[in-house]
C-alpha cells in the first residue's frame, strides 16, 4: 500500500504542468500552441526564451527529485526509484494537461539525482558536452540516456538501477524517434540560444 500510495503522489507531482504554468502566467502563451506543442523545457526555450526555459528546466527535475525522496521525508524504507516512476509518467501524461505533456528527460534527471548524484552530475556534463558541440538538444537528450545506463554498470552496482535507466533510455529514445528522423535529414532545429543569429 506505501507504494501505491507514494507513485500515486509522485504520479501528482509528476503531473504538475511546468512549462504550461509559466507560460500562461509570465507570458499569456500557452507553448503547446506553439512550435512542437510539447509541455518540456526544450520547447519553452524555443518559444518563451532562456529565463523561462531555464525555470522549467529546473521545475522539471525538481519534480523528479522531489517525488523520489517523499518516502524518505515521511520515514518510509522503500525502493526510491519505483516511486520516482511515478513522476515521470505524470510528467509524459499529466493528469493536469489532458494526459499530454513532455518528453520525461528534465524528470527523468531529477529522480536520478534523487537516488545516486555523482551519477546525476554524469549524465548532466555528457548532455552539456553533446549540446554544446552538436547543437541538438534532443541528440544531448537521448545520449545523455545512454550513457546513463552504461556508467550506472560501472558506478553503481545495481541491477535494479541500471535495468530502470535502460527502460528510461528506450522511453526516451522512442519519444524522440521523430527526433532521430530529422536529425538524418538533417531538419532537426539547433538550439537558438546557441546559435548566432547572423540575419542581422
Do not use: C, W
Request: aromatic share 8%; no cysteine.
Amino acid at each position: 500500500m506505501e507504494y501505491v500510495l507514494f507513485i500515486l503522489l509522485a504520479y501528482v507531482i509528476g503531473s504538475i504542468p511546468s512549462a504550461l504554468i509559466v507560460g500562461k502566467v509570465g507570458y499569456n502563451i500557452d507553448v503547446r500552441e506553439h512550435g512542437s506543442g510539447n509541455l518540456g523545457a526544450t520547447n519553452t526555450f524555443r518559444i518563451l526564451g532562456k529565463k523561462a526555459g531555464t525555470i522549467v528546466l529546473i521545475a522539471d527535475i525538481l519534480k523528479g527529485t522531489i517525488a523520489t525522496i517523499l518516502p524518505v521525508l515521511f520515514g518510509f524504507d522503500l525502493y526510491l526509484l519505483v516511486i520516482g516512476l511515478g513522476a515521470v509518467i505524470g510528467h509524459v501524461y499529466p493528469v493536469f494537461a489532458r494526459f499530454k505533456g513532455g518528453k520525461a528527460v528534465a524528470t527523468s534527471a531529477g529522480i536520478i539525482l534523487g537516488v545516486n548524484a555523482l551519477l546525476f552530475a554524469i549524465i548532466i556534463a555528457s548532455f552539456v558536452i553533446v549540446l554544446l558541440v552538436s547543437k541538438y538538444v534532443s541528440l544531448a537528450s537521448m545520449t545523455a540516456g545512454v550513457v546513463g545506463v552504461v556508467v550506472s554498470i560501472f558506478i553503481a552496482q545495481d541491477i535494479v538501477l541500471t535495468i530502470v535507466l535502460g527502460l528510461l533510455a528506450i522511453f526516451i529514445l522512442y519519444k524522440h524517434r521523430q527526433n532521430i528522423v530529422r536529425i538524418i535529414r538533417r531538419e532537426e532545429p539547433k538550439a537558438s540560444f546557441l546559435v548566432k543569429n547572423n540575419s542581422r
